[in-house]
């Protein structure tokens, strides 16, 4: 079983920065992806950001140029955000697309944290 656990959310005014991290535990033979989803009251769940195994990256239209994944070599990935509008405000829930030491793939979910972007 994997576990993820993010952190680093909060009550930011618009302009701001917050930076969210996102750390994975449990059995994990490879990572295939790691991203970042959010979900605004009464909005289905939407992409943020993703970053492959080899670190290839991918960004919501809306974020781009604002926001920046990234990943150690841990089993952590992160997320920067910066200039953050109102419309950014929402649950942000961390991702993982793993391989377990079975081989078999699955999808695990953080709990979320909140993201409020407000004057």
């Known amino acids: 079983q994997v576990q993820l656990v993010e952190s680093g959310g909060g009550l930011v005014q618009p302009g701001g920065s917050l930076r969210l991290s996102c750390a994975a535990s449990?059995?994990?033979?490879?990572?295939?992806?790691m991203g970042w989803y959010r979900q605004a009251p009464g909005k289905q769940r939407e992409l943020v950001a993703t970053?492959?195994?080899?670190?290839?990256t991918n960004y919501a239209d809306s974020v781009k140029g604002r926001f920046t994944i990234s990943r150690d070599n841990a089993k952590s990935t992160y997320l920067r955000m910066n200039d953050l509008k109102p419309e950014d405000t929402a649950v942000y829930y961390c991702?993982?697309?793993?391989?377990?030491?079975?081989?078999?793939?699955?999808?695990?979910w953080g709990q979320g944290t909140q993201v409020t972007v407000s004057s």
């Open positions: 991702n993982a697309d793993v391989i377990s030491p079975g081989y078999a793939r699955q999808v695990y």
């Open positions: 449990g059995s994990i033979f490879r990572f295939n992806a």
């Open positions: 970053i492959s195994n080899s670190g290839i």
